[in-house]
């Protein structure tokens, strides 16, 4: 085996592991991991967020956290409360929001547009 080939995989076989075991932040499809949502109410969304092992819980939280705060915005509102949470399975997640357009008095809330943008990427 040439030397530029010995390079080129040596270099390739880490690229490939790495970005086989990343959940990225994108919509679910087939065969893809990824957020999913639906309207349940006037101002109410289902949203999940679906993982492979390898993805820390901590980031699929922030991943279905970054899709509420996107429905959030793009559907005229400014903050949302999860009103209800479900762990799927490892790591998985499922919330629904509630939306309002000024903080909510009774229950704790997240500011969307301040969200994303801490969680740009």
């Known amino acids: 085996m040439g030397k530029i080939k010995r390079i080129l995989l040596t270099l ?6 790495l ?6 932040y994108q919509k679910e499809g087939v065969f893809q ?3 999913s949502d639906y309207r349940v ?8 967020f679906h993982a492979n ?20 915005v ?4 400014s903050y949302f409360s ?3 949470q479900k762990d799927l ?24 547009p301040d969200f994303l943008a801490l969680h740009r990427n």
């Open 53 to 72: 092992e390898f993805t820390p819980q901590e980031k699929v939280m922030e991943y279905v956290l970054k899709r509420a705060s996107d429905l959030t």
């Open 82 to 84: 999860i009103i209800e």
């Open 41 to 48: 109410g006037e101002n109410r969304f289902v949203v999940s």
């Open 89 to 112: 399975y490892y790591p998985s997640v499922r919330i629904m929001i509630e939306c309002y357009h000024q903080a909510p008095a009774a229950r704790p809330s997240i500011y969307a």
């Open 12 to 17: 390739c076989i880490p690229l490939v592991a």
């Open 74 to 77: 793009k559907n005229g509102w």
């Open 33 to 35: 991991n990824g957020y």
């Open 19 to 24: 970005t086989s075991c990343a959940t990225y």
